[in-house]
């Protein structure tokens, strides 16, 4: 019994070891500490001192993506512009795209431009994300319309569910709007 209580010890320590989630270094574990924070400038600074570390934040990335839920518009925003700073310095965000897909239908206009340019950063699309950027075609603000349409471009094959909502903002009455779709 105590031979084998030791290997499901060793199994159990050596499964915590292999986590998917990378550890923070040093630097990082503080902000990433203060994302929960009650204080909305605290966590809106701790998400914007996150995506400064680029690489060294990478485990962050969760947390971020947790973090583009908080009441505070501040801190949405702070977050997105997070993983979107992550995503240019060669961070995965392969596991948040749902999260920031999600983000392109927050009521505020801030969080969703910041949740555009995250994806676009990231490069990476799901069914949800595509189909949340048609969503966003549809918007009253122009900049948004033209930075779901620049995104969906990067994106590629992956938007290809997306070519006629693209299309048909060639029609756009904004200018704007139509260069991005040209």
Not at 121 to 130: H, K, L, N, S
Not at 132 to 142: I, N, V, W, Y
Request: one cysteine or more; hydrophobic letters at 55%; glycine letters at 8%.
């Amino acid at each position: 019994v105590g031979a084998m209580r030791s290997l499901w010890m060793i199994a159990a320590l050596t499964l915590a070891a292999c986590s998917p989630t990378p550890a923070l270094p040093p630097a990082a574990q503080g902000p990433a500490d203060d994302l929960e924070s009650s204080d909305p400038a605290t966590r809106a600074a701790a998400a914007r001192a996150l995506g400064q570390q680029g690489q060294g934040a990478k485990g962050a990335a969760p947390a971020l993506a947790e973090a583009l839920a908080d009441p505070a518009a501040a801190v949405r925003v702070a977050a997105a512009e997070a993983l979107a700073a992550l995503a240019a310095a060669g961070v995965d965000l392969h596991a948040v795209v749902g999260k920031l897909a999600a983000a392109l239908e927050d009521e505020q206009a801030p969080v969703r431009q910041a949740a555009i340019q995250a994806l676009a950063a990231a490069g990476r699309a799901t069914d949800a994300a595509v189909e949340a950027l048609q969503t966003t075609l549809r918007s009253d603000g122009p900049t948004l319309r033209a930075a779901a349409l620049d995104t969906l471009g990067r994106l590629g094959a992956a938007s290809a569910a997306a070519v006629p909502a693209m299309r048909a903002a060639l029609a756009d009455p904004v200018g704007a709007v139509r260069a991005a779709a040209a």
